[in-house]
Each structure stands twice: as structure tokens, then as C-alpha cells.
């Protein structure tokens, strides 16, 4: 059985309809992963994942490496056991959040050397061991180590970060021995073409079942991050998945599946829910705001979530205000099952040939 | 159709079961009302609640009062509709919190002057303004306004303050002027057998659908508190509802039931669950400790709540241990469905004839 099928293409753009298979099941494409940075995504049941539409979770191996540590993990029987989630899993490759969470990291051709956010501990990373870690999680789909480079940062640091992420690719794809899971390689080069178009062509020499776009949303304006697409897209193969990892701003999905993604991840949706700002078909409210403490209306009038059939903006305006549990858990459902229905409503369009005038209808 | 029906009554135990209707629906007493403070049992939806098997739960008017305001609450069409809770709802007169978590208040004959603990502004509270500010909550039990006695307190004051608590009933009795709630008299009189009968007596005369008793669990050795039910249950009329106020260890509702007690509220087990302790049918346990970090048993064994069905105690403890939410709704969750099913165990126990057995099994 064949990875990755794609079902259709729409013309005159490059959105498209997939299935992915792994070991836990099927995932449509185009999708949306909530992060379960933790081994949970913050506040939810597994059921209630499910409930708002969830086929695949991202979990951060980073996290999971310092607590409560991957043998612990591998010992429960796995990610999927230890959190009670029977559907696929993503694992990060830790890269990320070494260069961004840890204290004095130095970066060698070996790996990096990193202090611990928690405790100071010091550790060690390589692309062996980011393997050897994500294979005692056991999710579906795991990252080869990459080096997330910075934005903004010069061509020559861009391109000789570049160089050891391909390094590292490949000796990602070597120490990946699990038959059982899938190694997706990740596209760097910042915003330089030149850089993006040299990733792609060394990552497709070394061959991955599927291609990470990563180095994006992290500062640059959006019409950079669109332009990037717009050219690594299309010298990426068409039988692949590809997925845009940190991003999930609405919008950004709707321009990202037009130039051809397939999957994406961000902790935005449920980090926003917990400040209390939730998303709308007329766009983001900040329901902490005076003007919703005697609104008994729901969060979203075109919302069909059971927070918006049960729940008013007046109630869980008084939750977020009095920091009660339960205001963050209505706003992060409610915000989780606005994305996954939007990307619900995207493959649904794109399977009629509707996405451009989705897309249209969107903005309107 | 009578407010309050004894279905049985064990011999040689006052303990009894009985049903109690209010507006949203009928109770089986003997009940444990879980504590939602700010119109929420922390981290649980009303679907919870029911499923782990409330039949009613207890809210505060200070904390509501001051925050959303009872006028607001009014205006959302009532406690219930606010919350999205359906079932009865019964709540506090306001006195207890008044004089434990207010600053400088300031008690005379009228009522008593204090301090927001929020942000320190003036309030003034009397029975009438309870009586207005519970009209306004709409719960289907509302409690008269009443002075906790602090433990340790000398007779003399004792007495002074249950002379004010008498005089403030009969003017709740007074002010409460809605049909389709139910008002309650407490009982107070700290440890004093004078006191606690001089208090029934003159509450007897007030004549009240159901009596409270209250000032107990606040800081009295354990045996001071079964002394005080075991001569001021005895004078309570049969035919009335008894509820003991702020209880609700396991060992106290057993101990509270075998006296002839109907309800018991308390937020020890939602508040211990935040902390990591679950209870278990061989006791408390503290999650949060290392002995249970690869324990990839449930909570407790014996328990067949969704809670133990799904999750280790060794993932509940990452949980706690990481401050995620979901760990606190987990430990919530099992420690809700545990004392209710120990009352609905109790009550089962009752109607057999057997809850003298009953005790001594939950003992041993």
C-alpha cells in the first residue's frame, strides 16, 4: 500500500486532496495537527481531540527527551500508550526547540550542546541520537535533526547551517531504523532561493517519503514566507506529502494549501485560546474584552462546536477573567474545532474544484 | 408534593436515604455536593459533573457577588443558565466567606462591612442584601446569612454571635420572598452543647424547610465534631433535610451519614485533586510522588471511572508534575467520581439494611 495517494488536484492552483497512511491509521490531507508539546495537547482528552477532528497530533521530542525522558516512555509502551491516543503521532526532531528553549547551545558538525530550560542539566544532541529518542516514542511520523536556522541571519551563515542540516539528513536516514515509522527530511536556506532550491535537490538525493518545509514563520514578513513557497513547492514531488511545520494562522493555511501543502502544525490555536482570543468566521476576538461580559451569545454564531451549542461569550469571558480551568479548555476546543473544520471545509472544496472560490469566499 | 421524603431508615444507625425535589429536579440523599466557587467546578463541564454522578452542586455568592455581580448573572437568565447547568444548584449565604477571606470586615447587629479580597473595595452584606443577591442567583437551595463562629472562641462570644445569627435568620426567613426556591437555617453554636440546642430550638421556631449545620471542620479535633452531631442530629426533626456544611473527607461522610446526615459539600476533593492526591479504596495517594513515575497502573484498581479505564497513574503524574491542565482535570475528574460513588454506595447500602456492614468493610 502505497504511503501517500494523492486523490485530486485542483486546476489552476496547487491545492490538493491526499490520503496518508501510517500505522495508526489514515490522515486526510490537507491537515491540521495540534502540538502536544507535553505527550498532551494542553487541556484536552484524547476524546475531545477526536471530537473537534483531530487525525494527527504533533508531540515535541525535546520536551519529552528532558521529562519524563524517552526510555520512561518506551518503557510505557510508547507514545501512544503512555498518553492514551490511538491515532497518528508526529514527533518533531528536538531541533527546533534546542535552538530556541535551551540555554547555551553550541552547535558543532557532531551535534549541539545544550543546557536544559528546566534544571540547567546538560545534555548532548545529534542527529543519531534525536533518532534514537524518536524511535522509543514510536509515533507514526518522526524529523531527521535539523538546524532551524534564525531569521534574520546572513547568506553564509544560511548556507553553512544548510550544509550540516543535509549532513544531518542523511545520517538522520542512516540511524532511522524502525521499519514501522516514517522519517520526513526538512527543507531549510531561510529566504534565499538559491539555498531553498539546494536543500531540496540534496534532500530528494538522499530520498525521504516525505519533505518538511521548516525555517518559516519565524520573524519574517508573510509575503517572504509566501515567496518561498511559491518556488520550493513546485520542484518538490507531486507523490510526496509536504508539510509546513509552525504554522497555523488561518490565513496561512488557506495560502499555504493554494501553493500545494499538505500538512501543518502550531501551538497558535490552543496559546491563543489560553490568552483568552479565540477565532470567528469574522476573524479573531479577545473575549477577555468588557464588551462580551454581558454577551450571551456564542463565541462563534456560525460555529457548530459544542462550546458554541452550550456555552456563552459572557460565561467564558468570566472563566479567562477569574483564570478558571475550564474558560481555557471551552476557548482551546472551540479554536481547535474552528481549524480542523476549516481544513475539513478546504478538502471538501478542493474536491469540488471549489477551493479558488473558497478561498474568495474566505477573505469576503 | 412534599419538599423532602424519607425512603428508609436503618436501625440502630440514624442513617437514612431520602429524596429531595427542587425545581431542576430530585435529589437521593444521602448526597456530596461538589464546589463550583465561581460558577464552575474547577475544570469540569457540566457533562462531567453528570457523568461522574452529581446530582446538584454548591456555588458561593461572595465570590459571585463580587465577581461576575449577581445582577449579571440575573440578567443571563439565572445560575443556571449562566453556568449551563441544569440539575439543582444550592448556594452559600456569602457569611462564611465574608469573614474568612475578606479583609478588615467590620461585623454590627445590622450586617457586616468588609473588604473585597480581590481588590480591596468596600462592601456591605446583610441578610437582606444575601436574601436579594441569592434571589438573584436563582439556586434551587439558598442558605440564611449567618456568622461561621471561628474555632477556638469563648462561650461568651459563641453565644453573642449566635444571638446575631438567629436575629439575621428569621430576617432571611423574612426577605426571601421568591416561591420557587428553598431557604435553609444553619445552625451554629461552635462546640458548645448549650449552644448548638439553644440554636435549634430558636431555628425550630423560625420554622425552616431544612437546616444546615454549620461551623464544624474549621480547625476542631475530629471527636468534637461527632460529639456536636451526635446531640444536635437527634433534635432535628425526621422529616427535614440535614446538611453538613463544608465536609467531605470519605471517612467524615460516613461518619456524618451514620448520625442521620443527608448532605455534605465540601472542596477537599476537588482542591486536594489540584495538588496531585487522589483518593483510593486503600486510601490517599500523592500522584506527584517518584514511586509512581513508571506505575503504568490506573489511579486506583478498584475504580471503574473513565479516569481508570484510560490513564496511568504514571502519565497523571508526568502530568501534574509538568502543571498540565489536563492533570488536574484527570485527579478532579476520579476524585468527584469516588465520593459520589461512595454515596451512592452508602445509599445502597442504607436501603439494604446494611450500612453498619458497609462501615465496617470501608474501614477495614
Known amino acids: 500500500m502505497p504511503l501517500f495517494t494523492v486523490f485530486h488536484k485542483e486546476s489552476n492552483t496547487n491545492a490538493r486532496t491526499a490520503k496518508l497512511i501510517t500505522p495508526h491509521g489514515e490522515i486526510n490531507t490537507p491537515i ?35 521529562r519524563p ?18 491515532k497518528p503521532i508526529l514527533t518533531d526532531s528536538g531541533g527546533f526547540q534546542v535552538f530556541s528553549l535551551s540555554e547555551l547551545n553550541k552547535i558543532t558538525d557532531e551535534g549541539v550542546i545544550f543546557q536544559s530550560h528546566l534544571d540547567g ?12 529518542i524518536q524511535m522509543e516514542l514510536g509515533a507514526d511520523i518522526i524529523m531527521a535533526f535539523d538546524e532551524c536556522t534564525p531569521y534574520p541571519a546572513e547568506h553564509e551563515y544560511v548556507n553553512e547551517s544548510l550544509e550540516r542540516t543535509i549532513s544531518w539528513a542523511r545520517r538522520s ?8 515509522q516514517t522519517l520526513f527530511g526538512i527543507i531549510q536556506g531561510g529566504v ?42 513546485p520542484v518538490l514531488p507531486e507523490g510526496k506529502p509536504r508539510y509546513l511545520m509552525g504554522v497555523g494562522a488561518p490565513e496561512d493555511l488557506v495560502e499555504g494549501v493554494m501553493r500545494g ?44 462546536c459544542y462550546v458554541c451549542k452550550n456555552y456563552t461569550r459572557g460565561y467564558i469571558r468570566h472563566l ?45
Open 261 to 304: 501543502i499538505d500538512m501543518f502544525d502550531c501551538v497558535l490555536p490552543t496559546r491563543i485560546a489560553r490568552h483568552g482570543v479565540v477565532f470567528t468566521h469574522q476573524g479573531r476576538i479577545t473575549i477577555r474584552n468588557a464588551e462580551f461580559a454581558e454577551d450571551f451569545g456564542p463565541l462563534d454564531p456560525e460555529c457548530n
Open 32 to 66: 491540521f495537527m495540534p502540538v502536544g508539546t507535553q505527550a498532551t495537547v494542553k487541556s484536552m482528552t484524547s476524546e475531545e481531540l477526536k471530537e473537534v477532528g483531530s487525525e494527527i497530533i504533533l508531540s515535541n521530542t525535546y520536551h519529552l527527551y528532558l
Open 192 to 233: 534565499y532561493k538559491d539555498l531553498r532550491l539546494k536543500s531540496v535537490e540534496e534532500l530528494l538525493k538522499i530520498d525521504f517519503p516525505g519533505y518538511a518545509i521548516g525555517g518559516l514563520s519565524v520573524g519574517e514578513e508573510k509575503e517572504l514566507m509566501l515567496e518561498v513557497l511559491d518556488y520550493t513547492v
Open 69 to 86: 525522558g524517552s526510555k520512561l516512555i518506551s518503557r510505557a509502551g510508547g507514545l501512544h500508550n503512555f498518553m492514551h491516543w490511538d
Open 320 to 364: 479567562i477573567k477569574r483564570r478558571e480551568i475550564l474558560g481555557v479548555r471551552l476557548t482551546t476546543y472551540h479554536n481547535l474545532f474552528y481549524l480542523l473544520d476549516l481544513m475539513k471545509r478546504i478538502r471538501e472544496a478542493i474536491q469540488k474544484d471549489k477551493f479558488l472560490e473558497f478561498r474568495k469566499e474566505f477573505y469576503s
Open 173 to 180: 536516514k542512516k540511524a532511522m531504523t524502525n521499519t514501522d
Open 121 to 132: 542539566s546538560r545534555h548532548f544532541i545529534s542527529p543519531e541520537i534525536s533518532m534514537e
